[in-house]
């Protein structure tokens, strides 16, 4: 096979996996759904190489489980699964926010400031609702990440951690008031990396992502889906 052919046919494999994706972590594909190989070439009008291709890639994020002779399905992630993910999380994301504070500039606190502000008139709206935040520079995390200026971290993040993360946000939906508290330990985090404090602001997005995970630690406790 061609350069060019090998080019296309990975570039076809990863439109595939972008909209597989996005299906599974709106919800559209719940987890443990099986993704069959035969229907989805059919949906996509494609051979099986490049949808196995885009359920390979969808594995590597760790959003899909592909078991031999058995097939693909939407991964199914349990307490331990759940409790490993918050703790590296923890340590890149803390990490990251040191790093961001030490970088931090004179537009820093404006660019938080705009953010938030959107934000907070988002779950004013719905004051028992979740944080639900857009994707890229809507993502609260994701802008700390890129503040870091660390190319590792925010791969890790952006890549691996942040898709598995999105599987679980989807359980934040029925955490009532979640939403308002976690905004108000984005604040306090983004004040102390606008300050320059490196050492605060990692120990505030620690305490943060610590808090997220005990709320949603009470939920997969309450869900029969948990493997343990």
Known sequence: MSTIEDKSRGMVSERLADELREDILK???????????????????????????????????????????????????????????????????????????????????AQFGKLLDQHAGEIAAHPEGAYLQGVGDRDFHMVVARMAGNPIILRYLSRELYPQLSLLRLKHRNVTGRGARALNEHMRIATAIADGDSEVAGLLMRRHIRNSWTALEAQLSETAEDPE
Do not use: C, H, K, W
Not at 80 to 108: I, K, M, P
């Open 27 to 109: 919800g559209r594909r719940p987890s443990g759904a099986r993704l069959g190989e035969v229907a989805l070439a059919e949906r996509f009008a494609v051979s099986r190489g490049p949808v196995r291709a885009a359920l390979n890639l969808l594995s590597e994020t760790g959003i899909v489980t592909i078991v031999p002779n058995s097939g693909a399905r939407v991964r199914v992630m349990g307490r331990a699964d759940a409790r490993a993910l918050y703790q590296v999380r923890a340590a890149l994301e803390a990490e990251a926010a040191g790093l961001a504070a030490a970088r931090a500039g004179s537009e820093t606190a």
